[in-house]
DNA sequence: CGGGTTACCTGACGGC
DNA sequence: TGCCGTCAGGTAACCC
């Protein structure tokens, strides 16, 4: 489900939600084998706990209190989302509940389970196995930049558009943004990573950051089932160019946008625009 | 090590 | 209506 965008936008909607920072009276754990195993430990390490902030480490949430960070990925299908505990809003794919002091529970929810929970002790966040080995931050312009971007590419084999997906090199593009940005860029995704010149690093760095922060503004895409955490859809798939358009004319050009698979996932870009 | 493929899991959708 | 194949926004474990 959520690239960058829309992790940030669960995100921000989680921080204004919990700005009260609200004590965590109880955890319920329904299902731990989710893609690994949650902790069996986290109710107990996190009851009593009050929540300070939420903060994104490339598609990481991280749920700060004093004694424990709730570390979450949503996978493909994860949602936190807010419900009353007094109403019932249960899903037979609600595998944990945060219930809060202000009387709202706070439920992660993932049917495909690809999603995960942990628990980092404050201060070690940096030394996670999930978080050690991540790349820079594609809004972070002192890190990702086209400097950076052209040496990492020098002699990879592989197509530029598995390149900007891999998270080690930058963290945050998925599938969606990964055509998106190519296509503003005006790269092909076949093109080997390796035969991007300078110019067309310093056009993909910018075109990855512009799509990103259009895309947040907009609160995400919605394509199937992604929803902040208040159930609401993000805008920004009426802006993509050639996501899913495959068929159809480019906005630009009017030529028929084409797809085929790269590196195991659909892929969209012009012919004509994209070089 | 780099690069490609597969597996993990459930649900939605289209074709028959 | 129901069955089957295909596909889905991510990641890591495999293989060569």
């Given at each position: 489900m959520p690239e960058l965008p829309e992790v940030?936008?669960?995100?921000?909607?989680l921080e204004k939600q919990l700005s009260e920072?609200?004590?965590i009276t109880s955890v319920k754990l329904m299902r731990g084998d989710i893609r690994f195993e949650i902790p069996p430990e986290l109710p107990v390490r996190l009851k009593g706990q009050r929540i300070l902030g939420v903060r994104r480490r490339a598609k990481y949430l991280l749920i700060d209190t004093p004694k424990a960070i709730l570390l979450s990925h949503l996978g493909m299908t994860g949602s936190w989302r807010f419900t009353d505990a007094k109403v019932?809003?249960?899903?037979k794919h609600d595998h944990c509940y945060i219930e809060l002091s202000d009387g709202r529970r706070l439920a992660f929810r993932d049917p495909r389970r690809f999603g995960m929970l942990d628990l980092v002790e404050p201060g070690r966040e940096e030394e996670h196995p999930r978080l050690k080995s991540l790349g820079p931050e594609p809004l972070d312009s002192e890190h990702f930049n086209a400097g950076y971007l052209f040496k990492k590419s020098r002699k990879r084999h592989v197509a530029?558009?598995?390149f900007i997906m891999d998270q080690k090199i930058v963290v945050g593009v998925g599938n969606i943004y990964a055509s998106e940005a190519l296509f503003r860029a005006r790269v092909r995704p076949q093109r080997l990573a390796g035969r991007l010149s300078q110019l067309d690093c310093e056009r993909l760095v910018?075109?990855?950051h512009t799509v990103l922060s259009e895309a947040i503004v907009a609160g995400g895409s919605s394509i199937r089932d992604y929803r902040n955490a208040s159930g609401e859809?993000?805008?920004f798939q009426s802006s993509h160019q050639v996501y899913e358009r495959g068929g159809d004319p480019c906005r630009i050009c009017g030529a028929t946008i084409r797809s085929k698979v790269i590196g195991g996932r659909s892929t969209y870009w012009c012919p004509s625009c994209q070089k």
């Open positions: 940030e936008t669960v995100r921000s909607g920072h609200p004590t019932s809003d249960a899903d530029v558009k598995a910018a075109a990855i859809s993000g805008a």
